[in-house]
């Protein structure tokens, strides 16, 4: 396999450029630590100008993929102690065709402690307007057409956003919406290969047990239920295997 870039084609040179490069970092041809070629080098390969590249290189470091060292070079980081939620969807996006089992698996675990938490919040802490807007997405969910997995899989973000909104907690459902191309990547399969079957049913079933608790405000419940949901998704998730 070779260290150099292919030349990049004349669609949108700087989103190609980075594309490019961020498949030899996550790939792990670019391991952490190397220090790059020189940017006329890589300018040469891609066959794209020298500020192309610069700027390709800076948004590769805004993303935590590489280090800009000012008269040293450019080094590639370890995305998985530098990186963001950006690189989290850049990683995902790379392997859309199959995500490694690992990954899903810490994916699964971040969701459940944060989605446990806001559950039992909302039990807490809910208003009657919050309630309705809950009750709101379930009876879109009750009425949509089964086997729209787009919509199937907005409708169940929203109705953990909302959750997330009635924890009273405003940390929450900024994580959940910086999370949302990563969430919906993942309940997205679910959702396209079980859309029109029982396991669907399942997920939309235990949306209503879990609104019911947070009605009546019972906190541990609530949690429980959201628990109970995510492990039998995860299994699903994990069939699927990416």
Known sequence: MSDTLE?????????????SMEAKILSGEWSAGKRLRSERTLAAELK?????VHHALVDLAAKGLVRIVPRRGVYVNDYR????????????????QEIDLELMYDL????KVIETDTARLAARNRTTSQ??????VIDQE?????????????????FHLEIALSSGNRVYPMILNSFRSVYTHLTGR????????????????????????????????????????????AEFLLKIGG
């Open 190 to 233: 679910f959702f396209t290969v079980y859309k029109g079957s029982e396991p669907v049913q399942r997920v939309f079933s235990a949306h209503k047990k879990i609104l019911e608790a947070i009605r009546e405000q019972e906190p541990e419940k609530a949690a429980e239920l959201m628990a109970a949901m995510l492990d039998e998704g």
């Open 131 to 136: 309630l309705k807007r809950i009750a709101a």
């Open 108 to 111: 699964i675990e971040a969701r």
């Open 81 to 96: 102690t530098s990186g963001s939620l950006t690189v989290l969807s850049t990683l995902l996006a790379y392997q859309a």
């Open 7 to 19: 030349p990049v084609q004349n669609q949108s040179l700087h989103q190609a450029c980075v594309r």
């Open 142 to 158: 009750q009425v949509s057409d089964s086997e729209n997995s787009s919509l199937l899989t907005e409708l169940d973000f929203n």
């Open 48 to 52: 794209v100008s020298r500020p192309v």
